[in-house]
């Protein structure tokens, strides 16, 4: 009796268990490949055209939600923040005819713009913000990419418990977005480091994951480095439109 | 004598209702998982809390936690069941759904994304399979609901409800049936199918009336998640209706096309 009872109990636990492993197995297995090749599917069908809704001033959300990994505290990002960001140059390299470095003075030279939009985080909430900032085509143009560029690369400051450092990506076409903006302020005010100061990027018509706080330097590159970024390198997908 | 059989289902057809199956189980569970992340919604084109509606939340009473689901700002004890919840790993956790019911188990954004957005397109092929293949065979004319139905809508509950003897004539649906499968394929999937779409911004972007239809992204995010009730509601009636109206024959006749006629004629489900 207590051995049928033994038997049916773990019968019982091996099918709860099983049932887990077996949606881990699923995901996990070859069939990740063929779920993924949805991402294809939406990169084709919605892809990056239209403009983003742009918003009122009575829209904007008085406090702007913080979702993402911590503000940077190493010596170099603090040293800059001290001196009130004045060291701070802003690297464009990899494949440009025209490498840079600019300072916060020297980006705002090229023309800012202002935009309300809707930052759409992957969790499914979302929030309405005043970005100011300069067009990324503008930075381009001025680094002039290479023919066979494919990639503008993000590398940003901040870094995971890990060590690992948050990078982002975009192909040039989603970067040459007219809503596709570093941002320098957000609702009338220089970023705070919280929200990404000193240049964040600000891509309007995808997931904020894409929208890479502390840029540090910006790459241009022909092959996407990992899986295109931060959160890509784990499992979310590159194409974030959707 | 031997039971009469009708072809009653063609390939695509079955080929397109076993699609929808295996996408809606797989769709509801997958996109329990993105709930999850954010588990509240809100009736308001952004997140407001003074406009949530649902918020499942763990919290701390007595310093043990506590499941807790507040609907239109009132709270309920649901420990175990939501808001503290079964984490797909064997352990307790602050987790809206539990992990027996989401894809993954475990709490996984990334891969409930993956399958999410997989099986969404495959509810849009058997949706279209669907319909080439009822349109070339002629048999949506059979199953549309039309005017001429709606007297018969009534007398119809009532022989469901054994309270009349002969169900009103009709073809080979009946109103009720005709009533919902009009009802989910022409209006339940493709809103479940929209305002999963209204979510994403480059859809708002690339179709700019498709989120204000619903009245911006989190009212559509609350709509996409009401029509997911109506959708489960719905196939629990319709396995209930599948058991009870000769369950063997009826799933038979969605594997092989053919139906036995008795007497579950046009009460099926």
């Not at chain 1, 903006?181 to 990404?196: E, R």
Request: glycine content about 10%; overall charge positive.
């Amino acid at each position: 009796m207590k051995r049928r009872l033994f038997l049916a109990s773990s019968l019982a636990s091996l099918g709860l268990a099983g049932c887990s492993s077996v949606k881990d197995a699923l995901t996990q297995g070859p069939l990740r490949s063929v779920l993924g090749s949805a991402q294809g599917v939406d990169l084709t069908v919605i892809g990056t055209r239209g403009l983003a809704r742009e918003y009122n001033e009575s829209a904007i959300t008085s406090d702007f939600p913080l979702d993402s990994l911590d503000t940077p505290t190493d010596t170099t990002y603090a040293g800059l923040q001290r001196a009130n960001w004045a060291p701070y140059r802003l690297v464009v390299d990899g494949l440009v005819a025209r490498p840079q470095r600019l300072s916060l003075a020297e980006l705002r030279a090229l023309g800012t713009l202002t935009q309300i939009t809707r930052h759409d985080c992957v969790e499914g909430w979302s929030a309405i913000g005043k970005w100011t900032g300069v067009r990324l085509s503008s930075v381009l143009a001025l680094a002039q990419p290479a023919q066979h560029a494919r990639f503008v690369v993000f590398h940003c400051f901040d870094r995971d418990q890990l060590g690992n450092t948050y990078y982002e990506s975009l192909n040039l076409h989603q970067a040459a977005h007219p809503q596709t903006i570093l941002a320098t302020d957000l609702n009338g005010k220089p970023l705070a480091p919280d929200h990404g100061a000193p240049v964040r990027l600000k891509i309007a018509t995808q997931l904020g994951y894409k929208s890479a706080k502390w840029v540090q330097r910006i790459e241009l590159a022909a092959n996407l480095p990992g899986s295109g970024g931060y959160w890509e390198d784990q499992g979310y997908a590159w194409y974030a439109g959707i | 004598m031997p039971a009469q059989k009708v072809y009653r289902h063609t390939v695509g057809a079955r080929f397109a209702h076993w699609l929808w199956a295996l996408a809606i189980l797989v769709l509801v569970m997958s996109g329990l998982q993105i709930f999850n992340a954010a588990p509240y919604l809100d009736a308001s084109d952004k997140n407001d809390v003074s406009h949530r509606v649902l918020w499942f939340r763990a919290q701390l009473v007595d310093g043990k936690p506590q499941g807790t689901t507040t609907v239109f700002g009132h709270p309920f004890v649901t420990t175990n069941v939501l808001g503290y919840t079964d984490d797909g790993a064997g352990g307790k956790a602050s987790r809206a759904f539990p992990g027996w019911v989401t894809l993954p188990g475990e709490q996984d954004l990334a891969d409930g994304r993956l399958w999410h957005f997989f099986f969404g397109w495959m509810l849009v092929v058997a949706m279209a399979v669907y319909l080439v293949s009822a349109f070339a065979r002629g048999s949506l004319r059979e199953l549309i609901l039309r005017p001429s139905d709606l007297p018969k809508l009534w007398p119809m509950q009532l022989y469901y409800f054994r309270l009349r003897k002969e169900p009103p004539p009709h073809g080979t649906y009946n109103p009720l049936q005709k009533a919902a499968y009009t009802l989910v394929l022409f209006g339940l999937f493709p809103l479940v199918v929209l305002t999963g779409i209204a979510l994403s911004p480059g859809a708002d972007a690339a179709l700019p009336w498709l989120t204000p239809l619903f009245g911006g992204r989190q009212f559509a995010r609350l709509w996409h998640f009401v029509f997911m009730g109506i959708l489960v509601a719905y196939t629990f009636g319709h396995l209930l209706l599948v058991v009870t109206t000769g369950a063997w024959n009826n799933v038979r006749s969605m594997i092989t096309g053919w139906y036995v006629l008795g007497r579950h004629d046009g009460v099926g489900p």
